[in-house]
């Protein structure tokens, strides 16, 4: 049996010295072993939990005994998984969902109701805007959208019901950077929360509770998994809130992590570090090289001193840039633009053309017509996603071959 620590009436915990560092935590946090001694996590695909008799049954039902009970709301292998991913991110507690975006709903339903009021960038994700604007729109949850960069944006949308101020950063595809330590004074001031989707980052370059944010979304599905296999989502955050509002909402409404996707998902957190350093540097390289290229009108990737926000987001990435990396290939009229993008990105015979990320394979996606087709051209113009720009979220390949994957379409325009 491995070293573990054991309160009354608690599961155990892992006996870890309280010092360790981010990449001893990403291999070692989690549950103790079993009785069978395994140094790999076991997987346990077990819909519920026998208990040796009623008794014991009744008090764990009552919560007056940590068990585990049913695989909705409490399974040892998506339990190792929350507490490494809340360790990452210096989070009391964390709470697995089946995808970043259930993750989102479990944040707003768990906190909010009819009446109240959110702040959030307009850089995010699209379809947490969807979601945020049509769903909870109906729910009569509404939503002021500002901007990504401008602090004093956020201060004059709040209102006496705002609850929480959400936000993303970097964003897709820009790579606008918010100033978190702002927005969590500003959300404090007023008596409500700060969510960040810490996604593009992860906690291996930035840790927003850190910078007084409240509460951490992911999106397991990229960085955390990182090898592009599962969809998966959590929340970070208080106990208070993680086993309070939110594990009652899980038990209720049920968009629970699979057992199995959870494993993924832990197992990958091994990896995040060195894949999260590899990738960036490889991804400012990338940069460096795309911003001297005649063909390439502009690069946006915060690791360059041409970022707008560059220094703030050395300061909050622990410096580095991140993994991803968009630019705008040369052409004036918006079909000729199209038209470059188009031919960079089929000249490729090494990136994959799909619009995930954080993957070890690298990904190239025009943002217009994919990520961002369902938006009119006014509006992505606005949001300045224009049709010459092409997002790369850089993976493990040789920095040469990206290179040279990328220049092979450069030359033909
Ligand atoms: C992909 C993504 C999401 C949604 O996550 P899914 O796992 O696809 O549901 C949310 N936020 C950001 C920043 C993302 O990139």
Known sequence: ????????????????????????????????????????????????????????????????????????????????????????????????????????????????????????????????????????????????????????????????????????????????????????????????????????????????????????????????????????????????????PFMALMRSAGMCLSPFNAWVVLKGLETLSIRMKAQSETALALAQWLEVQPQVARVYYPGLPSHPQHELAMAQQGGSGGAVVSFVTRGDAADAARANAFAVIDATRICSITSNLGDTKTTVTHPSSTSHGRLTEPQRLAAGITQGMIRVAVGLEHIDDLKTDLARGLALI
């Not at 010092?19 to 103790?32: F, H, K, S, W, Y």
């Not at 339990?79 to 993750?103: D, F, V």
């Not at 307009?122 to 049509?134: D, H, M, N, P, Y």
Request: proline share 5%; glycine share 8%.
């Open 1 to 244: 049996m491995s070293r573990s620590t054991r309160e009354p009436g608690r599961l155990p915990r892992v006996d870890l010295p309280t010092d360790v560092r981010l990449e001893t935590i990403a291999v070692r946090e989690g549950l103790p072993a079993t009785p069978w001694g395994e140094n790999s996590e076991a997987l346990f695909l077990t819909s519920s939990f026998v208990h040796p008799d009623a008794a014991t049954a009744a008090a764990r039902f009552a919560n007056e005994e940590e068990a585990f009970v049913y695989s909705r709301f409490t399974n040892p292998t998506t339990m190792m998984m929350e507490r490494r991913l809340a360790a990452l991110e210096g989070t009391e507690a964390c709470i697995a969902t089946s995808s970043g975006m259930s993750a989102i709903m479990l944040l707003v339903m768990g906190l909010l109701k009819s009446g109240d009021h959110i702040i959030c960038s307009r850089s995010v994700f699209g379809s947490t805007i969807k979601l945020l604007q049509a769903e909870f729109g109906k729910f009569g949850v509404q939503t002021t959208f500002v901007s990504q960069t401008d602090v004093a944006e956020w201060r004059a949308a709040l209102q006496p019901n705002t609850r929480l101020l959400f936000a993303e950063t970097p964003s897709n595809p820009l790579t606008e950077v918010c100033d978190i330590r702002a927005l969590a004074d500003i959300a404090h001031g007023a008596g409500a929360l700060l969510a960040v989707d810490n996604c593009f980052c992860s906690p291996a370059l930035q840790q927003p509770v850190k910078l007084g944010a409240d509460l951490i979304i992911h999106s397991g599905t990229k960085y955390l998994d990182g090898q592009g296999r599962v969809v998966a989502g959590a929340v970070c955050g208080p106990a208070a809130l993680i086993d309070g």
